[in-house]
C-alpha cells in the first residue's frame, strides 16, 4: 500500500516541525512496507512575496488529488508590513478547510505520563475538542461601513446552518458513544447568542434522541474556561463552534503541557476530499529558525493522519513512542527540534 501525502510546509517553525513529522512518518511506514509518496507545496508567506499566489484554483485542483495533507503553520513575521495581516491565515489555510469540506477540526487534549502540566493537581485529563471547521464568524461574511470615519461600523457575521451544526454535532456524539466515558459537553454562549446559540441548542437535543447511552451537559463557553483551569478531568468529548473551539483548544493545550504538544485533524468525514493535518500552534515567528520548536504536535498529527487512513496501528506507534519520548523529557522545550523528531523516530525503528 501507499499514501499520497501533499506536504504545505508553510511560514517560520512550520518547515522545522513538519521535517521531524515526517522523519518519524518515514520511519513507522517503511518497516510497515507502506509506501510515501510525498509531494511538498512550497506555499505561504515567501511564496506569495515571490508569486502573489496564495492559494490558487489549480493548486486546489492538485490539492484534492493527494490522499491526505500535512500541513506545517502559516502567519507572517509581526512586523512584516509587506504581508497583510491574516491574509496567509484566510486565503490559504481557510480556503482549504473550506473548499475540502473540513467539517471536524479534532483536537485532543491529554496530559501524557510525566509531563507537567500549569495546573498544580489537574488529575487524569483526556478529552477531545470537536470544533466545527467551515462555518461561524471564520466565513468572513462581514462588512464594514463609513470606514475610517468615527462613525465607522464592522459587521462580522457568524455563519451557522441546520446542515452545518447537524454533521458536527452528530460527529460529536458518535465519538462519544465510542469513549469510555460516554460524555458529550456542547459549549455555546446561548443565553447572549440567541440565534445561532438556539439552533445548537435544539440540534444537540435533538440528535440527543438517537444517542440515549451518550450523557450531555451543556457549558456556556465562559463558564468553561473556568472548567478547562480548575476541573479538565470533568471533559470527555466537547462539541463547539470554530471560533470558541479555536481559544478552547489553545487553552486545552496550555493545560496539558503547552501547545509544542497539541496536534489536529481537519477531517471531511464524508471522504469526498482529502482531510488536513497539523498542529494547533502557529508559525511562532519569536522561535523560528532557532531549532526551539517543539515537533511533538506535528508528530503527532501525524499520527491522526495515520488514524484517518485506517492505518491505526501504524498511529499508535506513533503516539507510544511520543508518550515514551515525553515522559522521559519530563520538561518540555529542553532539546533542540530535530533531536526530539530523532529520538521519537529511534524508538520506532
Ligand atoms: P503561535 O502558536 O505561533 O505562538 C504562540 C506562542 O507559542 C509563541 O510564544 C510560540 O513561540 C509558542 N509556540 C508555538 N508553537 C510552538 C512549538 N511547537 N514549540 C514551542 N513553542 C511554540 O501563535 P501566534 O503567536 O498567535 O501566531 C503567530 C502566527 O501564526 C500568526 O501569523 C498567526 O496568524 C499564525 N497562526 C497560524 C496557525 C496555523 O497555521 N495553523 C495557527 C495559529 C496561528
Ligand atoms: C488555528 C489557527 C487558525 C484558526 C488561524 C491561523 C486562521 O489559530 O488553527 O487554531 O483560527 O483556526
Ligand atoms: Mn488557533
Known sequence: MSIDLAVIPGDGIGPEVIAEA?????????????ELELTEYALGAQH????????????????????????????????????????????????????????????PAKIYPGVPSPLAAPGK?????????????????????????????ANELSVNTAFGVQRVVR?????????????????????VLVHSGHLWKRTVEAVAADFPEVAVDYLHVDAA???????????????????????????????????????????????????????VHGSAPDIAGQQKADPTAAILSAALLLDHLELPELAAKINAAVTADVAERGQLGVRPTSAIGDAIAARLG
Open 225 to 279: 474556561t473556568i472548567f478547562f483551569v480548575t476541573d479538565p478531568g470533568r471533559f470527555d468529548v466537547i462539541v463547539t463552534d470554530n471560533l470558541f473551539g479555536d481559544i478552547l483548544t489553545d487553552l486545552a493545550a496550555a493545560v496539558t503541557g503547552g501547545i509544542g504538544l497539541a496536534a489536529s485533524g481537519n477531517l471531511n468525514m464524508d471522504r469526498t476530499a482529502p482531510s488536513m493535518f497539523e498542529p
Open 48 to 107: 506569495w512575496l515571490e508569486t502573489g499566489e496564495t492559494l490558487s484554483d489549480e493548486t486546489l485542483v492538485k490539492l484534492r488529488r493527494h490522499d491526505a495533507i500535512l500541513f506545517g503553520a502559516v502567519g507572517a513575521a509581526p512586523g512584516d508590513t509587506r504581508i497583510p495581516s491574516g491574509l496567509i491565515e484566510r486565503e490559504l489555510l481557510l480556503k482549504i478547510r473550506f473548499a475540502l469540506d473540513h467539517f471536524v477540526n479534532l483536537r
Open 125 to 153: 485529563v483526556d478529552f477531545v475538542v470537536v470544533r466545527e471547521g467551515t462555518e461561524g464568524p471564520y466565513v468572513g461574511n462581514g462588512g464594514v461601513l463609513r470606514k475610517g470615519t468615527d462613525q465607522e461600523v
Open 22 to 34: 515526517l522523519k518519524v512518518l518515514r520511519a513507522v511506514t517503511g518497516p510497515a512496507g507502506v
Open 171 to 191: 460527529d460529536a456524539f458518535r465519538r462519544a458513544a465510542l469513549t469510555d466515558r460516554k460524555k458529550l459537553t456542547y459549549v455555546h454562549k446561548h443565553n
